[in-house]
Structure formats: C-alpha cells, structure tokens
Nanobody, 121 residues
Framework: QVQLVESGGGLVQAGGSLRLSCAAS????????MGWYRQGPGKQRELVATISTIGTTNYKDFVKGRFTISRDNTKNTVYLQMNSLKPEDTALYCC???????????????WGQGNQVTVSS
C-alpha cells in the first residue's frame, strides 16, 4: 500500500510564499511522473504542474514564473514552491504520483489527502 502525505499549506498574504511537500511511502518499487493539482472554491480540480522522473517540468499558464515544482527521488518527495501568491491561488492542493509497488507490474495513480492554501488580499 502506498500513501502520499502532504504538508506545508496554510494562510498567507497576497505576494507571500509557501512551499508544499508531498512524500510517498509504502512498498514502492518506482515512481513515474508526479504533479500538483488544485481545486478552488466552487471550481473543478485543475492541473497546476507536473515533473517527470528526470526532472522535466510543465506548468499551467496561470502559475508560470511564480511556482516551481521539484522532486527528490531519494526521498520519494515532490515539492511545490509558490511565490507571488494571489488570492485566486486559494485552493485545496493535492499531489499526484504514478506509483508502481513491489508486488505490481503496472503503475497506478496515487493521491495525497489535500492541503489547504489560503491567500488573503
């Protein structure tokens, strides 16, 4: 069984910064792409950023230049550094990873529990 445990959310003023972390644990054989999604109040969940196993990153336009995704493969952890935060960034942020367990031959999607980020104006 695999768990993704997130940390680092909270309340911050507009223009401030937060760093989210998401650590995978369990009987992990390998992890493929990892990413961050968010769901704002009254909105659908949307992709924020992804990172491949070799560090190739992709960002949605609304966070380009402000957010940075990174990963530490030795710790099975993905990070999201969020700078210049705006009130519209307020959302529940969830991490996602494609994980292959020791007992499995294929990868499956794993999700974190979600971490609230609130940006005040």
């Amino acid at each position: 069984q695999v768990q993704l445990v997130e940390s680092g959310g909270g309340l911050v003023q507009a223009g401030g910064s937060l760093r989210l972390s998401c650590a995978a644990s369990g009987t992990i054989f390998s992890i493929a792409a990892m990413g961050w999604y968010r769901q704002g109040p009254g909105k659908q969940r949307e992709l924020v950023a992804t990172i491949s196993t070799i560090g190739t990153t992709n960002y949605k336009d609304f966070v380009k230049g402000r957010f940075t995704i990174s990963r530490d493969n030795t710790k099975n952890t993905v990070y999201l550094q969020m700078n210049s935060l705006k009130p519209e960034d307020t959302a529940l942020y969830c991490c996602n990873a494609g994980v292959r367990t020791i007992a499995a031959s294929t990868y499956h999607d794993c999700w974190g529990q979600g971490n609230q980020v609130t940006v005040s104006s």
